[in-house]
């Protein structure tokens, strides 16, 4: 039976070759979209790790002339203190850049028992951090005012920077780098995943460093929990005290959840436009197959209406040229996921093998549901083709 | 004879409405994705307001230090334009503004985002905003460091609500600081992202203290206008023989790299200094034109092929006429042109619908995305490229038939 339909297949490679190439193109289009798509829900049901509803960043610059550390510590931490002490502020705390949602990143190199990491996130916060965000410790502490005295250099990381590093084994205690740097970095802490670049995107391996009185050099957000009935006009109230203790500085106020809102768009933008395209390709292909498809059962009459005459039923006559799609269908696929594996076995892109995988097999199983459903209409037409009519025309 | 090939292709294409609708369906959405790609790209890249004068303009808007192991790549300061860009003797005028920040206002209880740029007085000189009141910020006022600023129509609605008359004279506070209006301008979207603010203000009133800070990074944009067209490549010549004799401000670093561009190839600059920005995206948007056509190039020849074997009586009957392969080859490219400038026909009708949702979508505020001759320039050389593109290999399967055999059938 399949023999037969290879033979058949292959008699008419020129024009099947074409439709082989189509399809393939279409398996490789869909698997794009689809790797896309699986990669965005797979990170957007991860959980997002902080709590952003009433969370404010205040943007600032350091404007002071002064270049003494200690007493630009002695400022900066007065003014922490009054933003805590304003009604409504439920803790705030003082960040990098590189707060949630923001457009800056900041990574570098690591290196634990000779194995280099790179790109590892690098944030530079205070103590008051996981309570402003409410981020949650999963073992270890977080950073305390103690620390501050300490000579040996320490560091929090998220878990995916764990699961990296230790496995299933525990950080605490144990030692990293930077690069080739001598000095050695305690880990004390692990927190969990944040996912700082929106809810599409994964939560990359993090470390956070605790904020010395240097920084306050360079520092230049504030991150403010608020209560939920904080409004514009108390909005309005941090930011004159912020305008009138900086004098010359510019000051502005952004809402993590706006910031997120913002930031998802930048990953959802292009998802949608790809599906657009991609959804309009296919219908293209779609329409393209069944014409295809309908015009050579047209041509192929006298030989459909020879096999009714000798005693072929119309379903096998049907299932005949739904077979014959679904054979050249099976061959387009069989080329494409050579292609297709080699993304997760060249590791392009960094994404989990599974998300491939997944869009690998979500692919295989739409491109078949067009194809038979291109196939069944002319399959029927074929199956109510009458011999005497179909012979007698020849 | 072309009449007569466009008679045929009519007859050819009402003979099966199918097969005509699934061709036109393919080519039209085509080239309607094409287009409004197309119209997006030339608004973002060849609109020039507010800067008409682009042709005689240069922009130096990236600076980079590198050194062996380190690099630091940033806006130039506003000393490093004033400073050394300044002293270049080919610019006739020299624009120094800003990139655009933002701030906060409260008014009434509601709270404002305000996106400010700093600018100098060559700024109002260079680029040609539209006033829909007043006028720009003087020479004098930028001198005297006058609390003044020019706002754009959309900050008017914001500040001041739908219905507030004219508003030069009044006072629209920003940083906590009241600056009073002197003009309003027409809205820039934000994909001109050097010329984009809601309220300019003079850079003398600005918090930086451009004395003391002499670093080349910071946060500004410069815009260096020769006298004529023919000036340009000399600014440029000037500019670049400039950029290695400045001091070197680190022993981290041993080289400064900064360009004077033209627009397009500035908007394209990734900050890499080894590849070009310019080779960068034009690859990008040939693969992306490319894979957007591939598929319906494949269906529509699939489509093409098949269609052809209908017709083999009637190449059958011009071959034993003597109608060589050339013209039978040469017809076919004809009648597929023909049916793919149909398709384009319908291609920009879609393409104007789409362009009006996304419009209305306001994706991103102000971008009036609209068909122009450019567009439509580009729309037709798309619609050849995809016409022979699908017509070549059915015509030469055509011409390869076997008189007798497409006799017979």
């Not at chain 1, 290879?6 to 869909?30: D, G, P, R, T």
């Not at chain 1, 929106?198 to 957000?221: E, I, K």
């Not at chain 2, 050097?194 to 309220?199: K, N, V, W």
Request: with cysteine; aromatic share 12%; net charge positive.
């Amino acid at each position: 039976m399949f023999k037969h339909l290879f033979k058949l297949i292959w008699n008419k490679k020129k024009q099947n070759s074409l439709l082989i190439a189509e399809i393939l193109l279409s398996f490789m289009v869909m698997f794009a979209v689809f790797t896309f798509g699986v990669n965005s829900y797979r990170n957007y049901v991860t959980p997002m790790g902080i709590d952003y509803e009433h969370v404010w960043v205040i943007n600032y610059n350091n404007s002071l002339k002064t270049t003494s550390s200690d007493s630009l510590a002695l400022f900066y931490e007065s003014l922490l203190r009054n933003i805590k002490s304003m009604p409504k502020v439920i803790d705030a705390g003082y960040s990098s850049n590189n707060v949630p949602f923001s457009s800056s990143h900041s990574s570098s190199g690591i290196k634990y028992d000779g194995e280099e990491f790179d790109r590892v996130n690098q944030f530079t916060v205070d103590d008051n951090y996981t309570n402003t965000l409410g981020a949650k410790m999963i073992e270890g502490r977080w950073y305390n005012k103690e620390d501050k005295a300490g000579k040996q250099r320490l560091t929090v990381i998220n878990n995916s920077l764990k699961e990296k590093l230790f496995g299933n084994t525990t950080a605490l205690g144990k030692y990293l780098t930077y690069g080739d740097d001598k000095a050695k970095i305690k880990i004390i802490g692990v927190v969990n995943d944040i996912k700082f670049d929106g809810d599409y995107q994964v939560a990359g391996p993090s470390m956070y460093g605790r904020a010395d009185t240097s920084a306050y050099h360079w520092l230049s957000r504030i991150l403010v929990k608020v209560s939920p009935d904080a409004d514009a006009a108390f909005e309005g109230r941090l930011y004159k005290m912020m305008a009138n203790t900086l004098k010359n500085s510019n000051i502005e106020i952004e809402h993590l959840d706006n910031k997120l809102t913002a930031y998802n768009k930048f990953t959802l933008v292009p998802l949608i436009i790809l599906s657009i395209v991609a959804a309009f390709l296919i219908i293209n292909v779609a329409l393209g197959i069944f014409g295809v498809l309908w015009y050579n059962i047209n041509k192929r009459r006298g030989e459909i209406g020879l096999r009714r005459a000798i005693g072929a039923s119309g379903s096998s006559v049907s299932s005949q040229l739904v077979t014959e799609a679904l054979i050249l269908t099976t061959l387009s696929i069989i080329a494409g996921t050579f292609f297709a594996v080699q993304f997760p076995l060249l590791n392009v892109f960094d994404l989990p093998a599974g998300v491939y995988l997944t869009a690998i097999g979500l692919a295989i199983g739409f491109i078949y549901l067009v194809v038979i459903a291109c196939s069944l209409y002319p399959g029927n037409q074929a199956a109510a083709i009458y011999p005497a009519v179909a012979l007698h025309e020849e | 004879m072309l009449k007569n090939y466009f008679k045929i292709a009519i007859a050819v294409l009402k003979r099966r409405k199918f097969f005509t609708f699934i061709s036109l369906f393919g080519i039209s959405f085509t080239l309607s994705i094409l287009m409004v790609a197309t119209a997006f790209i030339d608004k973002v890249v060849n609109d020039d307001y507010p800067d008409k004068k682009r042709d005689r303009s240069l922009y130096v808007a990236h600076i980079e230090l590198k050194g062996k192991e380190s690099m630091n790549a940033a806006a130039p300061s506003y000393y490093f334009l004033q400073h050394y860009v300044g002293s270049l003797k080919t610019p006739v005028k020299f624009a120094i503004s800003s990139n655009f920040n933002s701030t906060n206002t409260y008014v009434n209880n509601r709270k404002i985002v305000i996106n400010y740029k700093y600018t100098n007085a060559d700024y109002w000189d260079i680029l040609e905003y539209k006033f829909s009141e007043g006028k720009a910020i003087t020479k004098q006022q930028i001198a005297n460091a006058e609390r003044v600023t020019v706002i754009s129509e959309d900050m008017k609605k914001e500040y001041f609500g739908d219905d507030s008359g004219p508003v030069v004279g009044k006072y629209l506070e920003a940083d906590n600081i009241k600056y009073r209006i002197c003009g309003v301008v027409k809205n820039i979207p934000i994909t001109a992202y050097l010329f984009y603010a809601d309220i300019y203000l003079p850079y003398t009133v600005s918090k930086i203290d451009f004395k003391s800070d002499k670093g080349y990074m910071g946060e500004f944009t410069g815009i260096l206008l020769a006298a004529d067209k023919s000036d340009v490549p000399k600014m440029k010549k000037e500019f670049d023989l400039m950029i290695p004799k400045l001091p070197i401000p680190d022993k981290q670093f041993d080289k400064i790299y900064s360009h004077a561009d033209p627009y397009v190839e500035g908007y394209v600059r990734t900050g890499n200094e080894t590849k070009s920005g310019m080779l960068y995206a034009i690859t990008a948007l040939s693969v992306f034109a490319l894979l957007v056509m591939l598929l319906p190039t494949l269906n529509l020849v699939n489509i093409n092929v098949t269609r052809i074997m209908e017709r083999s009586s009637e190449i059958g009957v011009r071959k034993a006429f003597g109608a060589s392969s050339q013209t039978l080859v040469y017809q076919f490219i004809v009648e597929n042109l023909i049916l793919t400038f149909l398709g384009g026909l319908i291609g920009i009708v879609l393409s104007v619908v789409a362009l009006y949702f996304i419009n209305n979508a306001r994706l991103i505020a102000n971008l009036e995305l609209s068909l122009n001759f450019t567009v439509l320039f580009y729309a037709l050389g798309i619609c050849i490229v995809f016409g022979l593109l699908s017509g070549v290999y059915p015509a030469w399967r055509m011409s390869k038939l076997n008189v007798v055999t497409a006799l017979k059938a």
